[in-house]
């Protein structure tokens, strides 16, 4: 079967293995269309061509680049008459521009047509966002969800479609492992904790300083935070009212490739996310990605976090900043706890979230609609 993706999260080279992955299914022919960059509000995203092999990748025009609802593929419909794919894979929501012009296409070409959506909090969009995305709802084969909660939001708007939760990506567990010398203590001997993520108010490092203010600076410890976003500013200046300043970095925002790196260098990693009106959290990547090099991680009860993390790791109530407090001093009194999380985190990733498990689930979804 032929397979057409298109996709502006698989700019992201460490994701590509999942492609590589479906491309090497016997029974695929997988071609993948990506831009050359994403404008992300939080800093331009380029391509990282890192796993190609086992499927063709096409860089192609984007217009409206950067703007999540209107833009779209202005070589799609060529593409798909070079092409004529049995199934066009939509990796966008359901509402966008893009979605709706492609499953347009879809059906014009008499292809199967399914999305992804993370919409893990019922919304109502204005329209005419509202009307694309009822009709992408009605005449979609297939909906992918990338959480449990999407589940239930499109049963809410009256998706009756069959659909599946399957994550966007799963982890690369050849990249994403345990690092030479990992647990080892810089000369100075502090315990390394972490942060990695865009730097918004939904993901309460606000929370996590706050915490950490309650936890004795003689204990040997320092935070590490990978990011960039709006928040930065006033997190700078929150770590200097607490008096953090000797114990707070700031290491600016990692790419995939360096990822890996940054995570075998810490002792346990902290996902502090709280729940907003408009937003909760709809996975939590790093986790995975962290448990996969053996780092012990702590969630906040937002969103999918506990769904992520199982029994693997520790989860506090999101908000109470005494309780994460806690949970941070257990872990940096007792290392063969870190070491027991360590283990565990690797074991679940390995279980669950493998890239090669969620390709062949896609493949499995795909194998579905062209019976």
């Excluded at 990748?57 to 004529?84: A, D, I, M, S």
């Excluded at 939001?153 to 069959?162: I, T, Y």
């Excluded at 203010?213 to 200046?237: F, M, N, T, V, Y």
């Excluded at 300043?245 to 810490?266: C, D």
């Amino acid at each position: 079967m032929k397979v057409l993706m298109v996709s502006k999260a698989c700019l992201t080279g460490t994701y590509q293995s999942k492609l590589s992955a479906i491309g090497r299914h016997p029974n695929v022919e997988l071609a993948v269309m990506v831009p050359a960059y994403w404008d992300d509000p939080a800093g331009r995203i380029e391509l990282e061509p890192l796993h190609t092999d086992g499927y063709q990748l096409w860089v192609e025009p984007l217009r409206l680049n950067g703007n999540y609802h209107l833009h779209h593929w202005p070589t799609l419909k060529r593409r798909v008459q070079e092409f004529r794919p049995d199934i066009i894979h939509m990796d966008e929501e359901p509402y966008n521009l893009a979605t709706w012009l492609a499953l347009r296409t879809a059906k014009q070409a008499g292809a199967k047509f399914l999305f992804f959506s993370w919409q893990n909090i019922l919304r109502h969009y204005p329209i005419p966002f509202a009307w694309m995305e009822k009709q992408v709802l009605a005449k979609s084969d297939f909906g992918l969800m990338g959480n449990r909660d999407a589940a239930e939001v499109f049963k809410q708007k009256g998706f009756s479609g069959r659909h599946a939760v399957i994550p966007q990506f799963g982890t690369d567990t050849d990249t994403f492992k345990k690092g030479k010398g990992q647990g080892e203590r810089e000369k100075d001997g502090r315990l390394r904790i972490g942060f990695a993520g865009r730097l918004i108010r939904g993901k309460g490092i606000d929370l996590l300083l706050e915490a950490l203010s309650q936890i004795r600076s003689d204990q040997h410890w320092e935070l590490l935070i990978a990011g960039e976003g709006p928040e930065k500013e006033g997190l700078e200046k929150q770590v200097g009212a607490l008096g953090l300043k000797n114990l707070v970095k700031f290491v600016g925002r990692k790419g995939s490739a360096e990822m890996p790196a940054f995570l075998q260098h810490l002792d346990l990693l902290v996902l502090p996310s709280r729940t907003l009106p408009n937003w909760k959290e709809q996975f939590g990547r790093i986790l995975v990605e962290a448990m996969a090099c053996e780092i012990p991680v702590i969630g906040s009860s937002s969103g999918e976090i506990p769904n992520v993390i199982g029994d693997a790791g520790l989860i506090f109530n999101e908000g109470d900043t005494n309780s994460l407090a806690q949970q941070l001093q257990l872990l940096i009194d007792d290392q063969a706890e870190r070491e027991k999380l360590a283990a565990l985190g690797r074991e679940r990733v390995l279980a669950n979230f493998t890239q090669a498990q969620i390709a062949q689930a896609t493949v499995k979804v795909y194998q579905s609609l062209v019976k």
